[in-house]
């Protein structure tokens, strides 16, 4: 038990469909996280929320678009998705305190498992 | 430019021996954290260790300890009596600035453990 749950765990998609991943954390973190992390790169970050606002948007493709209703729920609504666009995709959540930010780790989800055909 | 290196693809260690996994960093901000992680083959990303940048001393959790070197930018995590379990890949991640909530991560180093 991670204290965040991500779901699905796997999902096979047509590139005209339209799918929501869902986060959720259970830890009372006030941050939480996208990354992307395909075969062979690094984990790349994709949108950061504080205290349900974005603060962080790393030059994603708009066929993401990401949607923190609180700070415990986090989704990524995808539409028109590409080949290239198959990876694991991980949220996490932290706690972000002003001036203290440094310390604090983030905490993964499982990930979901995205196929695109 | 890579904000973190981790210059070895690859590992083997003999279970119950001790090994070093190397990450290098690169920033001009005096206030940062570095992170290391495991992540099994399952997917599961597992948070193992954290050092400061003002930390004084390095930072030690049961078999994990890091090696932080500041002058030299690096910050390697060391495991101690290695077991099969630990078999996984490692991330070394550096957290920037004072306010910073952007994560950083390198390319990982895949660690097999031989029995």
């Known amino acids: 038990e991670t204290g965040v749950t991500q779901t699905p765990r796997h999902l096979v998609m047509g590139m005209t469909n339209k799918k929501s991943l869902k986060c959720e954390q259970h830890?009372?973190?006030?941050?939480m996280y996208w990354y992307k992390q395909s075969a062979k790169k690094p984990l790349e970050l994709m949108f950061v929320?504080?205290?349900?606002?974005?603060?962080e948007n790393n030059s994603v493709p708009s066929r993401f678009s990401p949607e923190c209703p609180n700070s415990s729920h986090l989704f990524l609504h995808l539409h028109t998705l590409q080949p290239e666009d198959s990876a694991l995709y991980l949220c996490?959540?932290?706690?972000?305190?002003?001036?203290?930010?440094?310390?604090?780790?983030?905490?993964f989800g499982d990930g979901t498992r995205l196929s695109i055909l | 430019a890579q904000k973190i290196t981790q210059t070895q693809p690859g590992m083997f260690v003999q279970e119950k021996e001790a090994v070093t996994l190397d990450c290098t960093y690169d920033?001009?901000?005096?206030?940062?954290?570095l992170f290391w992680y495991k992540q099994p083959s399952s997917g599961e990303m597992i948070f193992l260790i954290y050092?400061?940048?003002?930390?004084?001393q390095n930072a030690t959790e049961g078999r994990y300890s890091l090696n932080f070197q500041k002058a030299r930018k690096s910050a390697n995590l060391v495991i101690s009596a290695s077991q099969l379990g630990d078999s996984a890949m490692y991330f070394c991640?550096?957290?920037?600035?004072?306010?910073?909530?952007?994560?950083?991560f390198g390319p990982g180093t895949r660690l097999s453990v031989l029995p």
């Open positions: 996490a959540s932290s706690q972000d305190w002003q001036g203290r930010s440094g310390n604090q780790p983030q905490h």
């Open positions: 830890l009372g973190h006030n941050a």
């Open positions: 929320y504080s205290l349900e606002e974005r603060v």
């Open positions: 920033t001009s901000d005096p206030s940062y954290g």
């Open positions: 050092q400061g940048s003002y930390d004084q």
């Open positions: 991640a550096m957290r920037e600035g004072y306010y910073g909530q952007n994560f950083v």
